[in-house]
């Protein structure tokens, strides 16, 4: 009978996010893609053992890494969330097949306002009206999402394009400055450009921040029909990570409607 090579196999799994420095990484990397440097200072470890256990989930496949497309001398690195969710729960399942669990849709609970989350690039051309119109869309509108740029150019006509084949128009949208939203509150702050994410401007009530690092799509080619399989991938990982954000929204509402009953 055949059997997974070790680096599949749950005891593998378990065996990596056992360290409790691996677990730490992980944890920090699930909020939002990271440089060394960061992980160092969130941690709290010095960077020869940051480094370590990062190159020990990267051969286990948990976590990938990307140059900086600001500045080249940086590396970000991103945790493969679907693969943890997969192979935690074949952990479970391997431990006692009734631990198989089945993904419940996530259910907002009441409160005063949805919550409202801004997405940052710089030209607010592509990736960010993206995410904008596919956080609302895959949400069914129960959260609020605006995106803006730092140097706002004309919508990319492949983004119309993409969003058009997932049953969404954002052909009349326009582009805008993120000083539009100066005195704006957010509950989440997000920047998918590494450009951006370095000069983000402080929002009022100290939103959660986190950031995608994400190529521009538009930078793939010298005309739209060489862009557009740059745009289809990129909507493919804003909508795989849009898809955790809203369970991380949800959550954290399900969490804070809780507390606020039991205090009252």
């Known amino acids: 009978m055949a059997t997974k090579p070790l680096e599949a196999t749950p005891f593998r799994f378990l065996q990596l996010v056992a360290d409790p420095h691996r677990w730490a990484l992980l944890q920090e ?4 893609d990271r440089r060394v440097g960061e992980l160092c200072d969130l941690v709290g470890k010095p960077q020869n053992l940051v480094s370590y256990h990062l190159g020990a ?8 890494s990307r140059r900086s497309t600001y500045d080249g001398r940086d590396t970000y ?4 969330l679907a693969r943890c969710g997969e192979m935690l729960a074949d952990a479970g399942v391997a431990l006692h097949p009734g631990l198989r669990t089945t993904p419940q849709p996530v259910v907002p609970v009441k409160r005063r306002r949805p919550p409202r989350v801004l997405f940052l690039c710089t030209g607010n051309s592509a990736r960010s ?3 904008e119109a596919l956080l609302e869309h895959m949400s069914d509108y129960t959260i609020e999402a605006r995106s803006a740029g730092s140097n706002p150019k004309p919508l990319h006509s492949d983004a119309i394009r993409v969003m058009a084949e997932h049953g969404i128009d954002i052909s009349t949208r326009l582009t805008k400055h993120v000083s539009r939203f100066a005195g704006s509150r957010f509950d989440q702050v997000i920047t998918l450009c590494d450009k951006v994410k370095e000069i983000c401007p402080e929002l009022p009530g100290r939103p959660t921040t986190a950031h995608w690092s994400m190529e ?4 793939a080619g010298a005309d739209d029909d060489a862009t557009y ?3 289809v991938r990129a909507a493919e990982e804003i909508e795989e990570r849009i898809d955790l954000l809203i369970a991380r929204l949800f959550t954290r509402l399900i969490d804070t409607s809780t507390s606020e009953e039991e205090r009252t």
Request: net charge positive.
């Open 29 to 32: 990397l699930a909020r939002s």
């Open 216 to 219: 521009d799509p538009s930078a």
């Open 77 to 80: 690195y991103r945790v493969d």
């Open 129 to 131: 009206q993206m995410a």
């Open 229 to 231: 399989p740059a745009f």
């Open 57 to 64: 989930l990267r051969s286990g496949g948990l976590i990938a």
